[in-house]
């Protein structure tokens, strides 16, 4: 399939804990892009950790700070945009992503994800009795979406630096106009 969307910025998608960020500030590096992490984004202009504005403001008002920050980066030029999981999941925030970047989805198993999430507690989402089952839950409803990306990459048995290193010989192929490439 053809696709002729002028990319000019890369975005990861995907679960929480696939190493956007990791993954994400390497492939600036490598096409030396500038970097960025909506959730960063969202923390230095509220002031406030991601967990806080889930306990104070609420699900739906950090969603509508994310789409706010989606909007804005219509504009964005040579980032590589590194997004919270649930980003793309409301209506709207996926569409416009792909009017300027290659969207990459970061995809990893369900154990994969609960053994690199399992010592944290700055994910409110799951933070929950059984954080396996809330990952294979919100993976079965988020996965439709996720894997509507340009390219979707399993990490379970890559390395960040494998993973950066395809995403961005990608993205020069398809800033090229190549056509859409599926890598599992
Ligand atoms: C969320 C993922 C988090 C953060 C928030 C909600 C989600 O980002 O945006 O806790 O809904 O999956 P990471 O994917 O960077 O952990």
Redesign the pocket.
């Known amino acids: 399939m053809s696709d002729a969307r002028p990319v000019r910025n890369v975005a990861l998608i995907g679960?929480?804990?696939v190493g956007?960020?990791t993954v994400g500030s390497m492939v600036a590096g490598i096409l030396n892009f500038e970097f960025m992490d909506t959730?960063r984004v969202l923390e230095e202009r509220s002031g406030r950790r991601?967990a806080d504005i889930f306990a104070k403001e609420g699900e739906a008002a950090f969603r509508g700070m994310e789409s706010d920050l989606v909007r804005e980066l219509e504009q964005a030029d040579r980032k590589v945009i590194s997004t919270?999981?649930?980003?793309p999941m409301t209506p709207g925030n996926l569409e416009s992503l792909r009017k300027h970047a290659y969207v990459v989805c970061l995809w990893a198993s369900v154990e994969t994800i609960y053994q690199r999430v399992r010592h944290q507690t700055h994910?409110?989402?799951l933070n929950t009795p059984d954080p396996t089952a809330t990952i294979r839950d919100l993976l079965q409803v988020r996965g439709p979406v996720y894997r509507q990306a340009d390219l979707l990459l399993g990490v379970d048995y890559r390395s960040p630096n494998e993973s950066a290193r395809l995403i961005a010989s990608a993205f020069r192929q398809i800033s090229g106009q190549e056509s859409r490439h599926v890598e599992r």
């Open positions: 679960f929480m804990g956007k960020s959730d991601i919270g999981g649930g980003l994910r409110p989402l």
